[in-house]
């Protein structure tokens, strides 16, 4: 079998744990498997990075960020690469440019556009263990960029696809994906499968285990994914094509974003077009848009509410001051947070949106916005009530069972 494994942060946070993962990976290859595996940077180093760049500058070119930053997944790349070696398997680590990952030229959000897997797989046959630098390619100019937050399980899922691998691994701190945050919810019950479409909602829905973007990739090339824990040997969550899963539960999980902020624009004037020129102009400098609520309003004039991610609220205010001549006032609320259910059950049966709706009523918690889809309904509530509405949907959808 040919198994890729990906490592993250706090499973490599220091020198005695890259020693636990390489124990890990010596295991897993002297099962008579290929192995390549994926790192990130130890714990704290990127965040460290950043400050030393915030030192000299507050606006660092892009560029120079994704050089500086791609060093933290070298190091343990190549920390791992010496562990194993000494113990007596052989290895080989390589950069994301030395593994053939060829991306875009966003710089600091790269996507990766292809992969050439000769190089990994003359390592392979080699019969060599392949430790690869996570959150990283090259672009066709030949820079280095990287792959934005998450990048690494990215990296981990683009190669599995890449080289055909039976199973790509992806280990954390936590042995799996559960039906809401166990922090949150200590009656949270760990999953053992779970649909590529639910984790893709899970995910984008703020839960930490796995980034939306690697899922995504997934489901396209049909990798199948095992969360687990590189703390422990339990068996982790499968996540495959909703086909696989014999029994699809009404609802999967609970999903809390508390990075979450309100912009609210009254009496914006009612020509066609203006939500059209605002929402390019928030794409055209890479902030994400989420939920949308337009009211009509009095005068020909409407109401426009949407959210985005908190940390990009400065960005989004500067962007918002171009369309002051287009409404009356705008208001800004940081204090939100977005809570999610998520099943594919929900295709098939009714009444799961009423019963969330009573159910956070009778807590006196108000509902500001409402998105759905066939497997999921979010609602934007005051951030303070966000962690009592967890808990009361787990309970009233009965997910500890």
Not at 319 to 324: D, S, V
Not at 388 to 401: K, P, S
Request: hydrophobic share 40%; with cysteine; aromatic share 4%.
């Amino acid at each position: 079998m040919l198994i890729v494994q990906k490592y993250g942060g706090t499973s490599v946070g220091n020198l005695e744990r890259i020693e636990n993962v390489a124990k890990r990976v010596a295991k897993t290859k002297k099962e008579d498997n290929d192995v390549v595996v994926v790192v990130s940077a130890m714990s704290g180093e990127t965040n460290k990075l950043i400050e030393y760049a915030k030192h000299f500058s507050k606006t660092p070119s892009r560029e120079d960020m994704d050089l500086l930053l791609s060093s933290g997944e070298r190091v343990t790349a190549a920390l791992l690469s010496i562990a194993l070696n000494e113990m007596g398997y052989p290895t080989v680590a390589m950069t994301g440019r030395q593994a053939g990952i060829v991306t875009d030229s966003s710089h600091t959000t790269a996507r990766i556009e292809k992969i050439d897997p000769k190089p990994i797989k003359n390592e392979l046959q080699k019969g060599k263990i392949v430790v690869v630098a996570g959150f990283q390619g090259i672009s066709k100019d030949g820079k280095v960029t990287t792959l934005g937050r998450g990048g690494s399980d990215l990296t981990a899922v683009a190669l599995a696809g890449a080289l055909n691998a039976d199973k790509c691994e992806i280990y954390s701190d936590v042995d799996g994906i559960y039906t809401t945050d166990p922090r949150i919810e200590p009656k949270a019950k760990k999953l053992d499968k779970i649909s590529y479409d639910e984790m893709l909602e899970l995910a984008s829905l703020g839960a930490k285990v796995l980034q939306n973007r690697s899922v995504e990739l997934a489901k396209k090339l049909g990798v199948i994914i095992e969360a687990k824990s590189s703390f422990n040997e339990n068996p982790g969550t499968i996540i495959t094509k909703e086909e696989d899963i014999m029994e699809k539960p009404l609802v999967s999980g609970i999903a809390l974003d508390k990075n979450q902020a309100r912009v609210s624009l009254r009496g914006v004037v009612d020509r066609p077009g203006i939500a059209a020129e605002i929402f390019k102009a928030l794409a055209e400098e890479n902030i994400n848009v989420d939920m949308i609520v337009q009211t009509i309003g009095q005068d020909e004039k409407t109401n426009l509410d949407f959210t985005v991610p908190e940390n990009e609220l400065e960005r989004v205010k500067k962007i918002m001051e171009r369309f002051k001549e287009e409404y009356e006032s705008i208001d800004y609320d940081p204090r939100i947070a977005k809570v999610s259910i998520v099943g594919v059950g929900m295709k098939s049966h009714s009444g799961v949106a009423s019963k969330a709706f009573e159910t956070l009523a009778k807590e006196n918690i108000n509902i500001e916005m409402i998105s759905t889809s066939e497997i999921k309904i979010s609602m934007i509530i005051d951030e303070k009530y966000s962690e009592l509405a967890v808990r009361a949907l787990h309970d009233a959808y009965e997910l500890y069972r």
